[in-house]
């Protein structure tokens, strides 16, 4: 539903990254808790069941996701 946060919040890696201080708090501002459904990440989940760890919410590559 809109205005809750992703479905993914708690397991995705990008919140765990945020968490660790490896990227800025506004991806999970302006995608996790608002606009989720234009994530890349959870478009890709969606629609490929499919995801990557090193993929931001736009699309964008961020080597730091990586275990
Ligand atoms: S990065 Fe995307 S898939 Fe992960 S919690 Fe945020 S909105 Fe959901």
Do not use: H
């Amino acid at each position: 539903m809109e205005g809750e946060s992703c479905s993914n919040y708690y397991e995705c890696p990008v919140v765990r990254a945020y968490e660790e201080g490896k990227i800025d708090g506004e991806w999970i501002r302006m995608y996790c808790e608002r606009n989720w459904r234009e994530c890349a990440r959870f478009q890709l989940d969606e629609i490929f069941s499919y995801s990557t760890d090193f993929v931001l919410p736009d699309g964008s590559v961020e080597d730091r996701l990586s275990r």
